[in-house]
């Protein structure tokens, strides 16, 4: 039988590969954190990361992705994220899980559109924290440690 926060894990992919970001959204506590550390060990609130933002601040982003004209985003990517080697420790109300992530972004374009056409790969290892609502399982806190996060990472528009 899977567990509930695997199912969670698996969910997630699936609406962010299909553009459901407001449902996406709502997998996350009021008080969440989304975090992309440039060093897998730092402290957010004193490190530079890639991201880290609130729950107020991923509502920005799907605001902007979702309703907003973005040229970094048109034509609009295609993902698909594959997870693996997902592994739970519950606690009560509380979860945490650990998993591998790969990520493979295309973007369709033609030749005046540098980097369209290509594929891309994010590979990471993440960890996630959840705690049992009323609503179900519920996402308090995302790491995503991606494996090249020491080189430039162009035309970051859209949710990892």
Not at 17 to 42: F, N
Not at 81 to 92: F, K, L, S
Request: with cysteine; glycine share 4%; hydrophobic share 40%.
């Amino acid at each position: 039988m899977t567990h509930p926060i695997s199912k969670l894990i698996h969910h997630e992919a699936k609406l962010l590969d299909e553009g459901r970001l407001d449902d996406w959204l709502a997998l996350y506590t009021e008080d969440a954190t989304y975090w992309v550390p440039i060093e897998e060990d730092a402290d957010p609130l004193k490190d530079s990361s890639v991201i880290y933002d609130n729950r107020l601040r991923l509502a920005m982003r799907v605001e902007q992705i979702m309703r907003q004209a973005r040229v970094a985003q048109s034509p609009a990517s295609n993902t698909l994220r594959m997870i693996a080697n997902v592994d739970v420790c519950e606690n009560g109300d509380t979860a945490t899980a650990s998993f591998a992530l790969l990520l493979t972004e295309v973007r369709s374009g033609d030749w005046r559109q540098n980097g369209l056409g290509e594929t891309r790969l994010f590979p990471a290892h993440c960890t996630m924290e959840c705690r049992k609502t009323a609503d179900g399982w519920k996402i308090r806190h995302k790491k995503i440690v991606l494996l090249h996060r020491r080189q430039p990472i162009v035309g970051l528009s859209f949710i990892i």
